[in-house]
């Protein structure tokens, strides 16, 4: 049967990001729905921050130090028709974001936040979370339908409260804006956003999978496109996963891995201030998160080496750094499923893992000292 990218990757894969129009083979093998979940043992590279957590996506440092981590949940039982036409997907209100104080207590912030599950153990649900003085941000993933979205659900869109009472005082929808404006022009219509960074001016810029775009946030002037990336019809086409704003100003922008998602095929992104491509680090494979270091370096998560007749490779995942020369080296290797990273004041690193495709509750957060 043939499908397009985008839908082969909604149904099948962890970020549910394909922005593929291009029509190809589905895999001859796809991830197994009843084999059983692998959670090895995560490589200690320190202590553990947090554990007993869902799908742990983004990490985010508060000015006073407190982690917060977005967890796109376990699904639910209702059932929902996927955005992509394919089948059912299954969804609830599971998600959330917890958070590590300084002294190392674990607490929940929010909880009952929407999240989805479909057949092949791809969850949608918070994928990033930013806090100022004043309010909480919440990126929260692709959702089913607009119709079969439950009432009180909010997906494909960015979530702001208040930071003292949590009540909601502000959505922006992503999905009407790619409906609106399409920015990768493609045929299919679909939103997944996956991460935030805010400029010192408060201006906030999201990375929308699906969309294969950028989009800059002001109250003032809402939602516009800051960048946006074509789709070729004949090759496997990374999407963005990640964006980190660097101290001059400018942005680097992590790429998941195309379709196949062969080793090497994704990319990390330099562009300008105003948006233009400056330099493309090339040769890195299924990149999820890009965060600067205090040593000027530029940090990545990888989250598995390919992917295999089972799904993406477990135990394959790794934390690298990129230096000014462009010079890739290994941080850590051999995690499972890592996802999201952050440092911290002291310069140690908190990391994701266990991040999809593993057992509810079973994922944590883990330390990496600093290099």
Partial sequence: ??????????????????????????????????????????PMMGAEIAAGLSAPRHVFYGSDGTLYIAEAGEGGELTATNATGQGEVFVGFT???????PDGEQDVLIDGLFSLTDMFGGLEGVSAVYVDDAFV????????????????????????????TLEIVNTVDLLAFE????????????????DIAVADDGTIYLVDASG????????????????????????????????VIAPDGTFYVGFLSGFPFLPGTARIEHLSAEGELLD???????????????????????????????GY??????????????????????????????????????????????????GVVIEIPAM
Avoid: C, H
């Fill in 137 to 164: 941000w919440l990126v929260m993933g692709q959702g089913p339908t607009r119709d079969t979205l439950p009432e009180g659900a909010y997906a494909s869109a960015l979530v702001q409260l208040d930071r003292e």
């Fill in 95 to 101: 998600a959330r974001v917890s958070t590590v104080s």
């Fill in 280 to 310: 493309t680090i090339e040769g890195l494979t299924l990149v999820v998160d890009v965060e600067i270091g205090q040593d000027g370096n530029l940090y990545a998560v990888q989250f598995a080496d390919g992917f295999g007749e089972m």
């Fill in 1 to 42: 049967m043939r499908q397009s990218v985008k839908a082969l990757l909604t149904a099948t894969v962890l970020l549910m990001l394909a922005a593929v129009a291009s029509a190809q083979d589905a895999p001859a093998t796809t991830p197994d729905p009843n084999a059983p979940m692998v959670d090895p043992a995560v």
């Fill in 212 to 243: 294969n775009s950028l989009l800059r946030y002001t109250e003032a002037g809402g939602l516009e496109l800051f960048a946006a990336w074509e789709v070729i019809d004949t090759e496997p086409s990374p999407v963005p996963t990640s964006v």
């Fill in 313 to 362: 490779n477990p135990n394959s995942g790794s934390v690298i750094m990129i230096d000014a020369e462009g010079v890739v080296t290994p941080v850590v290797e051999g995690l499972n499923f890592p996802y999201g990273i952050a440092q911290a004041d002291d310069g140690a690193w908190a990391v994701t893992v266990n991040a999809a495709f593993s057992e509810p509750t079973s």
């Fill in 179 to 194: 409906e609106t404006n399409n920015p990768d022009g493609t045929a299919d219509i679909a939103s997944n956003p996956q």
